[in-house]
C-alpha cells in the first residue's frame, strides 16, 4: 500500500468528496480528506473503521496557508499525490435581485477561489506525479438561471478548469470537470427540502469521478456532465 495512488479531496467529509473517498479506499488508494468539521471528520473515519490509508485534515479550502498545510500534511503521511478533488463548496440558495449579501463572500471565495488554491499547492507533487485535477462544477455552470449567483460562481468553475488545463497539460497533468445536476447530499440542507424530481446520488457522481481518476497515462477526458435522467436543463 506504501505506493498505491493519493487523492486528495477537499470537503471530503460528506456528500460526493466522502463518496469518492470511499471508492478510491476501496480500490486501495490512500486518500486526504480535508474539511472545516473536527467532528464530521472524525464521524466519517469511524464509518469507515479508521483505515490505515485514510487521512482527515481539518482545514478551509479558501485559505491558502490552510490548503498550502493540507498538501504539505499529506505529502508527509503519504510521500506522494497522484489526484486532487476540488469538491468543497456550497449554496446560499437566493438570487442577486433578492437575496442576503452577507453570506455570498464566502460562497464566492470557496467556490471559485478554493479551487484555484488547491491547484496552486498541488501542482508540483502533481508535476511529479503526473497526476490529474478533478473540479467538482455543477450544471448550473453550464446553463444560465435566474439570479443565480451560486451558478455565476459555478459558471468561473467551468473557465477555471479549461484555463488550468491550457496551463497544466504541458505538465503532464490532466484536468477534468465534473459538473453533476441535481443530487441528493447535504448541499440541500441549507435550501430545507430537496428538490422536486428524480436526483442523482453522490455515489453516481462518484463513479464518474472515479472513471476520469482512472484514465489511461496520455487520456485527459475534460468535461463531463451529469443529469438524472428528467432534469430538463
Same mark, same amino acid.
Given at each position: 500500500?506504501?505506493?498505491?495512488?493519493?487523492?486528495?479531496?477537499?470537503?471530503?467529509?460528506?456528500?460526493?468528496?466522502?463518496?469518492?473517498?470511499?471508492?478510491?479506499?476501496?480500490?486501495?488508494?490512500?486518500?486526504?480528506?480535508?474539511?472545516?468539521?473536527?467532528?464530521?471528520?472524525?464521524?466519517?473515519?469511524?464509518?469507515?473503521?479508521?483505515?490505515?490509508?485514510?487521512?482527515?485534515?481539518?482545514?478551509?479550502?479558501?485559505?491558502?496557508?490552510?490548503?498550502?498545510?493540507?498538501?504539505?500534511?499529506?505529502?508527509?503521511?503519504?510521500?506522494?499525490?497522484?489526484?486532487?478533488?476540488?469538491?468543497?463548496?456550497?449554496?446560499?440558495? #437566493?438570487?442577486?435581485?433578492?437575496? #442576503?449579501?452577507?453570506?455570498?463572500?464566502?460562497?464566492?471565495?470557496?467556490?471559485?477561489?478554493?479551487?484555484?488554491?488547491?491547484?496552486?499547492?498541488?501542482?508540483?507533487?502533481?508535476?511529479?506525479?503526473?497526476?490529474?485535477?478533478?473540479?467538482?462544477?455543477?450544471?448550473?455552470?453550464?446553463?444560465?438561471?435566474?439570479?443565480?449567483?451560486?451558478?455565476?460562481?459555478?459558471?468561473?468553475?467551468?473557465?477555471?478548469?479549461?484555463?488550468?488545463?491550457?496551463?497544466?497539460?504541458?505538465?503532464?497533468?490532466?484536468?477534468?470537470?465534473?459538473?453533476?445536476?441535481?443530487?441528493?447530499?447535504?448541499?440541500?440542507?441549507?435550501?430545507?427540502?430537496?428538490?422536486?424530481?428524480?436526483?442523482?446520488?453522490?455515489?453516481?457522481?462518484?463513479?464518474?469521478?472515479?472513471?476520469?481518476?482512472?484514465?489511461?497515462?496520455?487520456? #485527459?477526458?475534460?468535461?463531463?456532465?451529469?443529469?438524472?435522467?428528467?432534469?430538463?436543463?
Amino acid at each position: 500500500m506504501t505506493d498505491s495512488p493519493v487523492a486528495l479531496i477537499t470537503g471530503g467529509g460528506s456528500g460526493i468528496g466522502a463518496a469518492v473517498a470511499r471508492r478510491l479506499l476501496d480500490a486501495g488508494q490512500r486518500v486526504a480528506v480535508t474539511g472545516r468539521g473536527e467532528e464530521r471528520l472524525d464521524a466519517f473515519a469511524e464509518e469507515l473503521g479508521r483505515p490505515e490509508g485514510l487521512l482527515t485534515i481539518v482545514g478551509h479550502a479558501a485559505e491558502y496557508d490552510q490548503v498550502s498545510a493540507a498538501v504539505e500534511t499529506t505529502l508527509k503521511s503519504f510521500g506522494r499525490i497522484d489526484t486532487v478533488l476540488a469538491n468543497a463548496g456550497f449554496a446560499t440558495h #437566493d438570487t442577486v435581485a433578492d437575496g #442576503d449579501p452577507a453570506g455570498w463572500s464566502e460562497m464566492v471565495l470557496t467556490n471559485v477561489l478554493g479551487p484555484a488554491l488547491l491547484v496552486r499547492a498541488s501542482i508540483d507533487a502533481l508535476k511529479e506525479s503526473r497526476g490529474r485535477i478533478v473540479l467538482i462544477g455543477s450544471v448550473a455552470g453550464h446553463v444560465n438561471t435566474p439570479g443565480n449567483l451560486y451558478g455565476a460562481t459555478k459558471w468561473a468553475v467551468t473557465g477555471l478548469a479549461e484555463n488550468t488545463r491550457r496551463q497544466v497539460t504541458e505538465f503532464g497533468v490532466g484536468v477534468t470537470l465534473v459538473s453533476p445536476g441535481r443530487v441528493e447530499t447535504p448541499f440541500w440542507d441549507s435550501y430545507g427540502s430537496l428538490p422536486p424530481g428524480h436526483l442523482l446520488t453522490a455515489d453516481q457522481i462518484a463513479d464518474s469521478v472515479v472513471w476520469a481518476i482512472g484514465q489511461p497515462k496520455g487520456v #485527459d477526458v475534460n468535461t463531463v456532465v451529469v443529469r438524472p435522467i428528467g432534469q430538463p436543463v
